[in-house]
C-alpha cells in the first residue's frame, strides 16, 4: 500500500492479516507544500497536501503501533532527488526508532520488493550496495538529511562515491 493516508482500523487489521506491506511516503505532501511555496505546484495540490499532512501521519502511526511492516519510500519525483533521506526522520517522528526507519529502508524495503535474497543486509553472496555514513544516525537521524553525511556509496562491490 503506498501513502496509507486515510487507513482505518479494518484497512490496518486486513493488512496485519495479509502481511501487507505500507510504504508511507510522508515526505510526498510535505515535499509538495515546499514546491507549492516556490511556485511550482498548482493550487489545489496545495490545498489537498495541507488537507493530509497530519491525518497521513496519524494513520501511519496507528498502523506502525498495530504491526503493519512498514517500507521506506518517497514519491522521490515530487520532491529534489538527493532529498529521499528526509522520509526517515519523518518516520521517527510518526513513533518509528531511528532504527526501526534504517530497517524499513534496507531489510523491510528488500522483502517489500521481493529482493531480499540480493539485497537489505550485509550478508555474504548479496550484492555489496552499501552506504557509510559520517555522522552516527541512531543519536540523529535528520543527520542523513545532508548530503555532506555520506562518506561512501558502494553500488554491486564497487565505490561510487567517497568524500
Known amino acids: 500500500i503506498e501513502h496509507g493516508i486515510y487507513l482505518d482500523d ?13 510504504v508511507p511516503t510522508l515526505l510526498a505532501p510535505l515535499a509538495v507544500l515546499e514546491a507549492g511555496e516556490k511556485g511550482g505546484m498548482p493550487e489545489y495540490g496545495i490545498r489537498k497536501s495541507k488537507e493530509v499532512i497530519e491525518i497521513h501521519s496519524e494513520s501511519i502511526a496507528r498502523a506502525h503501533k498495530a504491526g503493519v511492516k512498514i517500507a521506506m519510500g518517497t514519491d522521490a519525483g515530487v520532491m529534489p532527488h538527493g532529498t529521499n533521506l528526509r522520509e526517515l526522520g519523518l518516520m521517527v517522528n510518526i513513533g518509528m526508532t531511528p532504527m ?13 520488493l521481493g529482493w531480499e535474497d540480493e539485497v537489505g543486509t ?3 553472496g548479496k550484492l555489496a550496495d552499501v552506504v557509510i555514513v559520517k555522522t552516527n544516525p541512531i543519536q540523529d537521524i535528520r543527520s542523513l538529511e545532508n548530503n555532506d553525511t555520506i562518506a561512501l556509496v558502494m553500488k554491486d562491490g564497487k565505490v561510487v562515491k567517497e568524500t
Do not use: D, N, W
Not at 479494518?10 to 505500507?22: C, N, Q, S
Not at 526501526?100 to 517489500?112: D, F, G, H, P
Open 100 to 112: 526501526e526507519s534504517i530497517v524499513a529502508t534496507t531489510r523491510i524495503a528488500a522483502q517489500c
Open 10 to 22: 479494518e484497512a490496518i487489521e486486513l493488512m496485519l492479516k495479509h502481511g501487507t506491506y505500507l
Open 122 to 124: 550485509l550478508e555474504a
